[in-house]
């Protein structure tokens, strides 16, 4: 069964803890998918661990919906949830509404999120109101990561503490049906997983949120440039992959590959008639 803004509520309701993974191709998203996984977000990291940019600000509106509609694709169990790119939400609630609804309705996802703060609770509404499901964001906003002078932990200070959870029970009013928690104290999140009444998913938030979100390249060992002290590598395909490329140019220099094993067969008679024909 396809999972639903109902059903990511019911588990929050039941203590069930909730798993979620970044995914941005379709072969990733259908493993993720048949994994069991509850929710993918296919998130704006794509113009970093795909694309190879130096932070997340040069994902468009034309990149995520080609990788969220490669993933929706694959998921018959999985919620899609669409990251919502710098420039896709900052300018007014009408584009912002346009924006959501291109995925939707183009890439086929089930819900979208951005980084939303006190400024942009009015778009948060609007989009609600239209009918699509919302996932909000609090804490570290990598799409604000120049103002912020770099990927800082947010919430350890006063000032940013308040910050996170008056953002949060802001985004709840609005009608946002889960929240992220990004780079936040781990007692500050379970602080205000425990005044709301929807989900909250940690990537940096500490145990104490109804569910975990890692990005899959970091998750898989296949992302060198940046890994947050937040990740857990549990495998590493990179090494795996860079042995793999190895062994096959040593094979073919050697000869060994391709063998008789991986090359097509044809009748001596018909290869003597083409030698006879062209010389």
Avoid: W
């Avoid at 992302?223 to 096959?248: H, R, V």
């Amino acid at each position: 069964m396809k999972h639903t803004v109902k059903t990511i509520q019911k588990m929050r309701n039941e203590n069930q803890p909730i798993t979620m993974l970044t995914a941005y191709d379709f072969p990733t998203a259908k493993k993720i998918n048949d994994a069991g996984i509850d929710m993918i977000l296919v998130g704006d990291s794509c113009a970093m661990v795909v694309h190879g940019h130096p932070d997340t600000l040069t994902a468009t509106m034309d990149m995520m919906l080609l990788h969220c509609g490669t993933v929706a694709r694959a998921c018959d169990r999985t919620m899609v949830v669409a990251d919502m790119p710098f420039g896709s939400f900052q300018y007014g609630v009408e584009e912002t509404m346009r924006n959501a609804a291109r995925f939707v309705t183009e890439a086929r996802v089930d819900a979208v999120k951005f980084e939303a703060t006190h400024n942009h609770i009015a778009k948060t509404k609007a989009i609600v109101e239209m009918g699509i499901a919302v996932v909000g964001h609090v804490g570290l906003h990598p799409q604000a990561v120049g103002a912020l002078g770099g990927l800082k932990v947010q919430g350890k200070d006063m000032d940013s503490a308040r910050k996170v959870v008056s953002e949060a029970l802001a985004l709840q009013e609005a009608g946002v049906f889960a929240i992220i928690f990004e780079a936040v104290p781990a007692k500050l999140s379970a602080y205000v997983t425990k005044k709301l009444d929807i989900p909250t998913i940690s990537i940096g938030g500490g145990p104490g949120c109804s569910g975990q979100l890692l990005v899959t390249p970091d998750v898989l060992g296949l992302y060198d440039n940046f890994t947050p002290s937040f990740a857990k590598q549990y495998q590493k395909f990179g090494a795996i992959m860079l042995d793999t490329f190895k062994q096959y140019k040593e094979e073919v220099i050697s000869g060994e590959f391709p063998g008789e094993a991986h090359s097509y067969k044809m009748s001596d008679e018909v290869l003597e008639a083409i030698e006879k024909e062209f010389g």
